[in-house]
């Protein structure tokens, strides 16, 4: 629970930082980019009220219960309430596990590189999808796959000490169940999704790629020139690739 907090001030906090460079944000975007379902981050900015005015006085209004048993002192340790700008922020860092922080922390951070990383996982995403479509296509198409469960039961009594039983006596079962065709239109969305995004990767993995190359075309250029200009002749080694008129 404490990681959906996390990205759901996060969520905000990018929202509000984008918001402030360019005035108008592209909610679908935002989600696309921090990963997240569009209408799960929309319902985030209408409960959250992300757009309401700077100016509004903090804390609760006339008549709110919301401090009801705080006593006092400020947030809870760990709170994201005062995060304003940015999505990364001390305290989001802070709550990572081990793991999280050692991913973090050898992921790519050059250009070139991070896209290059990107499409390795999609490729990989990619992958999986195609398998999962595969290992349903091999189905029987009259299976029923069960997707969720919800059991009613009858409340449980309270036990030695205070604790509450769970309850014993199923009144009502709710299942969802999926045919394995629908499971593949389903699959087959999200392939796309990856496919398109694998594209747009491409194309800018092409460009960096392009840049990098004219970047250093460019440094032998300026090297030529200042050799010309000065006069000064590099070592042997230091004159390899230069690039010759």
Request: glycine share 10%; aromatic share 4%.
């Amino acid at each position: 629970m404490a990681r959906r907090s996390d990205e759901r001030e996060a969520a905000r906090a990018e929202y509000m930082a984008r918001k402030k460079k360019g005035g108008e944000v592209n909610l679908r975007q935002l989600a696309d980019d921090l990963h997240l379902k569009y209408d799960t981050v929309r319902r985030w900015k209408s409960k959250d009220a992300w757009d309401a005015p700077a100016g509004r006085k903090p804390g609760g209004q006339p008549g709110n219960q919301n401090a009801v048993g705080n006593s006092g002192g400020g947030a809870p340790a760990g709170n994201l309430n005062a995060e304003k700008d940015g999505a990364y922020s001390r305290i989001f860092f802070d709550k990572l596990t081990p793991a999280e922080q050692d991913a973090f922390d050898t992921a790519p951070r050059d250009g070139v590189e991070a896209l290059r990383h990107e499409m390795g996982l999609l490729k990989l995403r990619e992958l999986k999808i195609l398998d999962k479509i595969k290992e349903y296509e091999d189905m029987n198409q009259d299976t029923l796959i069960t997707s969720s469960v919800l059991d009613m039961r009858v409340p449980g009594k309270t036990g030695k000490g205070g604790k509450k039983e769970d309850g014993k006596v199923q009144t009502m079962g709710m299942y969802s169940r999926d045919t394995p065709f629908a499971r593949i239109l389903k699959l087959q969305d999200a392939l796309y999704k990856t496919q398109g995004r694998i594209a747009a990767v491409a194309g800018a993995l092409r460009a960096a790629e392009e840049a990098d190359r004219r970047m250093e075309l460019e440094k032998q250029r300026l090297e030529l020139l200042r050799i010309r200009a000065t006069g000064e002749v590099p070592e042997d080694g230091d004159r390899d690739g230069l690039v010759h008129d």
